[in-house]
């Protein structure tokens, strides 16, 4: 089946500085990856995607690229700042016929707090 | 288009009560899709529709809940007998879906929070 792995959090962080988080999947088929994040109150946004190896989706500074040989796409911003606080989730969607088409699977999640 | 939305935003209920949420997609989207969030977890799938049609359903879907989606259009969530177990968010998403290969995005609504006392 599919499954996803995030990074243990919660990720404290001071403004400005570099951001990674950790994500790792199986799969059966071949995955579209994304990105959503949760800001406080909010529904799940949609932040960036890859939909084949070595994609790389980005958006508002943060990027990710898709590693096929290591199963893995890494959230990276270059500088975080204050609003960027809020929790990150990994997500996958294979397309592997018939009826498993179409879910998302997703990780744990990873909440992410920035200090000015 | 003001996206999904979803109908309580929260809803306190004692066990064995039952109780409904009303999810309306946006309006070109034929997709629309029910997952459950338990506290510092993902969400995890519950089932799909494409138009009326109830194309999925996880095994988290216990014979105590229903979906429907009676016109393609706005969908229903039901719960009945509702056990503290059941305490979540629960939240509906929709997409669009063109083609067999077309990466299928995901708009999610703001979520109904079930507290089952």
């Known amino acids: 089946g599919n499954s996803v792995t995030q990074m243990e959090g919660p990720v404290t962080l001071s403004e400005e500085a570099f951001l990674t988080i950790n994500c790792t999947y199986t799969a059966t088929g071949y995955p579209s990856l994304f990105w959503y994040v949760q800001y406080p109150g909010e529904g799940l946004q949609l932040l960036l995607k890859?939909?084949?190896?070595?994609d790389k989706g980005s958006n508002k500074g943060f990027e990710a690229t898709y590693r096929k040989e290591t199963t893995s796409f890494h959230l990276e911003k270059g500088s975080v700042q204050v609003s960027d606080s809020a929790v990150y989730f990994c997500?996958?969607?294979?397309?592997?016929?018939?009826?498993?088409?179409?879910?998302?699977?997703f990780g744990q999640g990873t909440i992410l707090t920035v200090h000015p | 288009d003001t996206g999904v939305s979803q109908d309580p935003r929260h809803k306190i209920t004692k066990r064995g009560q039952n109780v409904t949420f009303r999810c309306d997609p946006i309006?070109?989207?034929?997709?629309l899709y029910w997952y459950r969030q338990t506290l510092g977890q993902g969400p995890e799938f519950l089932t799909y529709f494409q138009n009326e049609a109830q194309l999925e359903k996880s095994r988290l879907l216990s014979d105590r809940f229903s979906a429907e989606r009676p016109k393609g259009s706005f969908s229903t969530l039901e719960i009945q007998r509702t056990e503290q177990g059941d305490s979540a968010m629960y939240l509906c998403a929709s997409s669009f879906m063109a083609s067999r290969g077309s990466t299928l995005e995901q708009y999610f609504g703001p979520g109904t929070r079930l507290t089952v006392t």
């Open positions: 309006s070109e989207h034929n997709r």
């Open positions: 997500a996958l969607i294979t397309f592997a016929g018939g009826t498993s088409y179409g879910k998302l699977t």
């Open positions: 890859a939909t084949k190896a070595d």
